[in-house]
């Protein structure tokens, strides 16, 4: 019944180690996001996509990356991690691409940086 | 700026107490909307309400309560009789029709103790 699946729910990885998190949905939305949320503090849009329309926060660091293959799938790259990206990364999915549409998050990734 | 305020860091309650969440938000957007969301301790971002600027309207739910005040810009969240279950990070969000979308409130970890 999981309607946004985030894979691995924990990962870790090796600081400057490639690593890629995934998301997936079987709601049909158009629109997916990446948040990345640090320990006590509210979740940060990193970006977003409408269809295969990528949206990039002004802020987003550009070792962020991301793929949405089709519909169901985004993906999150993070080319050389460092001990700053160490964080719980959300995955969410809404129907349209206005802003005032409900987001629906899925359970996260904790990342880990060694 | 902020803007969207969670004055209350941290909440602790004993079972059985209402308690009430603050949210205090600032836009010039005529057009926008507000949302609460619930953070247990296993990471999700479970959403609780939606509610545009036009609806002023209180709104119960079960045990949980909102109300929207524009004259205040508040958008407060009561839970009546809390349950142990209730005990997670509480986040207030703001979205703007023509402006940002999905800024979230820093927060407050209510836990309530049995």
């Known amino acids: 019944d999981a309607m946004v699946i985030q894979n691995p729910r924990y990962q870790v990885t090796q600081f400057g180690k490639p690593v890629t998190l995934s998301c997936s949905q079987t709601?049909?939305?158009?629109?997916m996001y990446w948040y990345q949320q640090k320990s006590s503090q509210a979740p940060k849009l990193l970006f977003h996509?409408?269809?295969?329309?990528?949206?990039n926060e002004a802020d987003t660091p550009d070792n962020f990356q991301s793929r949405r293959p089709n519909t169901s799938f985004c993906f999150l790259d993070i080319r050389s991690p460092g001990l700053g990206d160490a964080a719980m990364y959300l995955c969410?999915?809404?129907?349209?691409?206005?802003?005032?549409?409900?987001?629906?998050f899925g359970p996260g990734t904790r990342l880990t940086v060694l | 700026a902020q803007k969207v305020t969670q004055a209350q860091t941290e909440i602790s309650v004993v079972e059985k107490e209402d308690v009430t969440l603050d949210c205090v938000y600032e836009?010039?957007?005529?057009?926008?909307?507000l949302f609460w969301y619930k953070q247990p301790p296993s990471g999700e971002l479970v959403f609780l309400i939606r509610?545009?600027?036009?609806?002023?309207q209180n709104e119960i739910s079960g045990r949980y309560s909102w109300n929207f005040q524009k004259s205040t810009s508040s958008f407060n969240f009561t839970i009546t009789a809390s349950q142990v279950v209730d005990s997670a990070v509480y986040f207030c969000?703001?979205?703007?029709?023509?402006?940002?979308?999905?800024?979230f409130g820093p927060g407050t970890r209510l836990s309530v103790l049995p």
């Open positions: 996509y409408y269809d295969k329309d990528f949206n």
């Open positions: 509610r545009n600027s036009f609806d002023e």
């Open positions: 969410a999915t809404s129907r349209g691409a206005g802003n005032t549409d409900t987001q629906y």
């Open positions: 969000a703001l979205s703007e029709d023509y402006g940002q979308n999905f800024v």
């Open positions: 709601l049909n939305h158009n629109v």
């Open positions: 836009t010039r957007d005529t057009t926008y909307y």
